[in-house]
């Protein structure tokens, strides 16, 4: 059974309107039939899109978390290792070449 709204959804529209690489907006994650369709919509598409909205925003923000995350990583690796010289993977000393004989 259907649950009576005495309210209508409010579109999730940030007013930002510019579109990423995949086709979704940058303000509120909605793909671009969702965002021509939406006064089509009936509230149970409605709710749909704003649960998948909130979800795609979800997953970008794990993705900038992690990006950020790997670049802080590979910054402090990069400064150890001009702290620390001594801990190179050079070899030190070579005996042979790896395509001589021994």
Known sequence: ME????????????????????????????????????????????QEVNRLCLQRKKRRQYAIFVEKRQAIQASMAESQALLNPEFDFEPANKTSEPNEPL
């Open 3 to 46: 649950q009576l709204s005495f309210f209508t959804l409010p579109s999730p529209c940030l007013g930002i309107c510019q579109t990423d690489p995949r086709g979704y907006c940058l303000g509120c994650m909605r793909s671009r039939d969702e965002r021509f369709n939406w006064l089509n919509f009936n509230d149970a598409q409605k």
